[in-house]
Nanobody, 122 residues
Framework: QVQLVESGGGLVQAGGSLRLSCVASGRIFSINAMGWYRQAPGKQRDLVATITSGGITNYADSMKGQFTISRDNAKNTVYLQMNSLKPEDTAVYYC????????????????WGQGTQVTVSS
């Protein structure tokens, strides 16, 4: 199995910043893409940003200019720099990875982390 572990969440004041990280481990042959999604209480899980192994990034329109995604392929790690945080950014942030696992077929599978809570006050 593949494991994704997020860290970096917490409580911040409006206008502040946080940096989230996510490390993938397990039966990984390669990672095609990693990304971040968020879910507020009573709402659906929404895209924040994704990044491919080649460094191509995609952002939700509402996140562009506020959040920055980056990746360290050598460490199977993805980051999310979150600036100018607002109370409406409060949510559980989930790491996602599209992984080719080390079985006979080298199949692509979708994995999720447990999530990390981000709370923005004021």
């Amino acid at each position: 199995q593949v494991q994704l572990v997020e860290s970096g969440g917490g409580l911040v004041q409006a206008g502040g910043s946080l940096r989230l990280s996510c490390v993938a481990s397990g039966r990984i042959f390669s990672i095609n893409a990693m990304g971040w999604y968020r879910q507020a209480p009573g709402k659906q899980r929404d895209l924040v940003a994704t990044i491919t192994s080649g460094g191509i990034t995609n952002y939700a329109d509402s996140m562009k200019g506020q959040f920055t995604i980056s990746r360290d392929n050598a460490k199977n790690t993805v980051y999310l720099q979150m600036n100018s945080l607002k109370p409406e950014d409060t949510a559980v942030y989930y790491c996602n990875a599209i992984v080719r696992t080390t079985d006979w077929s080298l199949r692509l599978s979708n994995y999720w982390g447990q999530g990390t809570q981000v709370t923005v006050s004021s």
